[in-house]
């Protein structure tokens, strides 16, 4: 079956970065797009960047264009998000979501990741 | 502000059936398909529907998807307490070179 598994998260300072991952596991992950969606606290998803299956093409929310970085091991069947120059407005619960062939919305979803940015 | 806007609220009775919109523009909704997701309490996002009105295996028929123009709606059904959630749209929208997903509808079965 498919599994999505997000590590990585905790409390960070603002300014500061960190490096979540996701672990694939039940499909072929190198031939699937990928997305990271956040939520924030109360608050409704929002989609952070998306990259396809062979890191030819990335794109970003403009919420964190130039901090973020969204890139994948297709050896290691592995999804990561790094993410520079943190804001408190970054503290959300981080998703991985593989897209699926057709319209590449989001059929499978790991259980998140708590990333809070607060000094 | 989402550029897809949902109704923040929505409710029915057990049983009953009700409808859930997604309004956006010709950058998106006009030009790509629609998905639906489900969100109850402290878990992750479902897929209910993709490509506008499809559903993916295991997703009952009281689920459905519709898209007019700019539009898109989620129908339910025969409702059910469990059915109790919020429900995202959301799409590619090509001006942008982005997903969107609108701002979530809280249903709330009476």
């Known amino acids: 079956q498919v599994q999505l598994v997000e590590s990585g998260g905790g409390v960070v300072q603002p300014g500061r970065s960190l490096r979540l991952s996701c672990v694939a596991s039940?499909?072929?992950?190198?031939?699937?797009?990928m997305h990271w969606v956040r939520q924030a606290p109360g608050k409704g998803l929002e989609w952070v960047a998306l990259?396809?299956?062979?890191?030819?093409?990335?794109y970003y929310a403009d919420s964190v264009k130039g901090r973020f970085t969204i890139s994948r091991d297709n050896s290691k069947n592995t999804l990561f998000l790094q993410m520079d120059s943190l804001r408190a407005e970054d503290t959300a619960v981080y998703y991985c979501?593989?897209?699926?062939?057709?319209?590449?919305?989001?059929?499978?979803w790991g259980q998140g990741t708590l990333v809070t940015v607060s000094s | 502000q989402s550029v897809l806007t949902q109704p923040p609220s929505v409710s029915a009775a057990p049983g009953q059936k009700v409808t859930i919109s997604c309004s956006g523009s010709?950058?998106?909704?006009?030009?790509?398909?629609v998905s639906w997701y489900q969100q109850l309490p402290g878990t992750a996002p479902k897929l209910l529907i993709y490509e506008d009105n499809k559903r993916p295996s295991g997703i009952p028929d009281r689920f459905s998807g519709s898209k007019s123009g700019t539009s898109a709606t989620l129908g339910i059904t025969g409702l059910q307490t469990g059915d109790g959630a919020y429900y995202y749209c959301?799409?590619?929208?090509?001006?942008?070179?982005?997903?969107?997903f609108g701002g979530g509808t809280k249903l709330t079965v009476l």
């Open positions: 039940g499909f072929t992950f190198s031939t699937h797009v």
């Open positions: 979501a593989r897209a699926n062939y057709y319209d590449t919305s989001a059929d499978y």
């Open positions: 010709t950058s998106n909704i006009g030009n790509n398909f």
């Open positions: 959301g799409t590619w929208d090509i001006s942008l070179s982005a997903w969107l």
């Open positions: 990259i396809w299956h062979d890191e030819t093409n990335k």
